[in-house]
């Protein structure tokens, strides 16, 4: 038997997130089934309440994107600097654009 906390989750996730059932079966490790029965059994007496999520671990995962993003976008802006030493040319503006008709 599954603790109604995780059920909770489960029916949570699939009416306010809109996930589908297989989606859920994947995130929670439930087969397809089970999950199609945990949602269609409580749907009609689930009641919006605040689910209580595991914040640090998503924020820990958030900020470590958020890294790798801001580090993309820096070795991009080098590559950019570079490109226009060796050119000669300001590659990020383009000279004498016109609108177009």
Do not use: C
């Not at 059994?41 to 919006?48: L, R």
């Amino acid at each position: 038997m599954m603790n109604k906390s995780k059920e909770e989750k489960i029916i949570h996730d699939h009416l306010t997130l809109g996930l589908t059932f297989r989606s859920l079966a994947l995130k929670y490790g439930l087969s397809y089934g089970r999950t199609y029965r945990i949602v269609k059994s409580h749907k009609s007496t689930y009641k919006e309440q605040p689910v209580q999520e595991d914040l640090p671990d998503d924020v820990a995962m958030l900020k470590a994107l958020l890294r790798k993003e801001r580090l993309k976008n820096e070795l991009l802006n080098n590559i950019i600097d570079i490109a226009d030493k060796e050119l000669g040319a300001n590659i990020r503006k383009k000279s004498g654009t016109r609108r177009s008709e």
